[in-house]
């Protein structure tokens, strides 16, 4: 029963499909077609462009990144925690607390160490 | 087999309300935006129009702005450059708009749960509710990331950076400020956590910072101003969808609109009791009541569009190293002194 529920979203996700391509297909068939060089040059304020886009961007992407990785693995933790808190004693407060506790230590090291800085 | 016609129909009619709502939204935009600088707006589409059989209609407001806007983007010429990843580039706005419609899924629109007429939700029952509801929003970032790259254009290539960052940031914090909610309601499932406000108060009341967190973050995730770094046309010309014309463009933009009304809905439904209102409790069970449930929800949702879109208008954007450092510094401490505070506050009222 409860798996069932999702057939549901399977059904859902066949239509997002239609109607993602259905306007492609439509624009296909409807949309005139005048190539040219010039129009389908990289736009860049009518100017050439000047070495490759795909580069190595800075290290402090990857940084934040790996903040989030760890922040939102947490928060999904914290959901089970949370549904069943009700039934649980004080103990589970402490316990998450502790938890917390432990990941807000390592927010403050990484913005004690500059790492938050956006530079 | 009726079950599979009724599933649907109810898809069909969700999904194409909700297309409908956005042409007409991206029209309420630019009115709000004009009466918000002093101007009257789009007013002509839709005046002194001659239908066939010599029908005369004339409507204000250029209230068929919408269609003569649809109409543009399907017969304008849609350019591909040369020197894009081309597999990519025509995926990303298809996720843009799949991952918006599935969001959809397990938003409840109307009353659900055991002896309502009719379960106002396209996948009832889906109890991870709103978990749901962020991992498909979390896609979303997909469709951004890769029209950035596979433009292969500076400015796109920016715009995707920037709003991969913006993005993963604003998550952790919506992520968390909804715990509160959670954590009083015992239940990730949107209705039941509806059905916990109608018989105690709304979420605003019991979670004010939850509720600010969760307004600002998901300002963020929808890429609206103060938050639109992604595309910050006055810097990046027009930031991931810079590469992009006619109807893909479109799609973007249908997309955005389409996280907005989720977004309004969650708050809604969140916060503000959904379809709850002086009158209305969770044991009225007929068919009038649930009418009324959904036009009350639907019109507690308009009025969070317009003032998402009254902001939009109201503050300048922020500076990309600003917008780091709210999310990090403010938010993410934020929310976690509030998740504490709830939790103990809870254990203290049980004893």
């Known amino acids: ?119 | 087999m009726w079950a599979i016609i009724g599933i649907v129909l109810k898809i069909g009619v969700v999904v194409g309300l909700m297309q409908g709502t956005v042409a007409y939204l991206i029209l309420v935009e630019r009115k709000v935006a004009a009466y918000a600088q002093d101007r009257i707006g789009p007013n002509r589409a839709g005046r002194h129009l001659t239908l066939p059989f010599g029908i005369k209609i004339n409507l204000p407001f250029g209230l068929l702005q919408p269609i003569a806007d649809g109409a543009k983007m399907v017969l304008k010429e849609d350019v591909v450059p040369t020197y894009v990843d081309k597999p990519l580039y025509i995926l990303a706005p298809m996720i843009a708009i799949i991952a918006a419609t599935l969001g959809f899924a397990v938003v409840p629109f109307g009353p659900v749960g055991p002896g309502q007429v009719m379960q106002f939700q396209i996948a009832p029952g889906v109890d991870i509710g709103i978990v749901y509801v962020f991992a498909i929003g979390s896609l979303a970032v997909y469709g951004v990331v890769l029209a950035g790259y596979a433009s292969n254009n500076k400015y796109s290539f920016l715009g995707g950076l920037r709003s991969s960052a913006q993005l993963i940031s604003y998550e952790v914090p919506l992520g968390m400020s909804i715990l509160g909610m959670v954590l009083l309601a015992g239940s990730l499932d949107l209705g039941k956590i509806m059905a916990w406000q109608d018989q105690h108060v709304w979420g605003i009341v019991a979670q004010p910072i939850g509720f600010l967190l969760f307004l600002v973050s998901g300002f963020a995730e929808t890429n609206r101003l103060p938050f639109d770094l992604p595309e910050s046309e006055q810097e990046l010309v027009g930031g991931f969808h810079t590469e992009y014309s006619a109807m893909k463009f479109g799609m973007f933009f249908l997309g955005e609109y389409m996280h907005v009304i989720t977004v309004s809905y969650l708050t809604v439904i969140l916060f503000l009791g959904g379809w709850d209102f002086p009158g209305l409790s969770v044991e009225q069970t007929g068919l009038l009541s649930a009418i009324l449930k959904v036009l009350v929800t639907a019109g507690k949702v308009s009025f969070m569009i317009f003032l998402i879109m009254w902001i939009r208008w109201t503050l300048p954007r922020f500076r990309y190293d600003q917008l780091m450092d709210l999310a990090w510094k403010s938010l993410v401490p934020l929310a976690l002194v509030n998740l504490v505070a709830t939790a103990g506050i809870i254990q203290l009222i049980r004893g």
């Open chain 1, 1 to 119: 029963m409860v798996l069932f529920n999702y057939v549901f979203i399977g059904a859902l996700l066949l239509g997002a499909i239609g109607f993602a391509a259905a306007p492609l297909v439509v624009v296909a068939i409807v949309a005139p077609r005048r190539r040219s060089r010039e129009k389908q040059d990289i736009y860049e304020c009518g100017l050439r462009t000047t070495g490759e886009t795909w580069i190595r961007f800075r290290i402090q992407y990857y940084i934040f990144a790996m903040l989030f990785v760890v922040f939102d693995i947490e928060t999904v933790f914290l959901y089970p925690w949370a549904v069943s808190y009700v039934g649980l004693g004080a103990f589970a407060l402490f316990e998450m607390v502790v938890f917390l506790v432990l990941l807000f230590a390592g927010l403050l090291y990484a913005w004690a160490k500059g790492v938050l800085r956006w530079v």
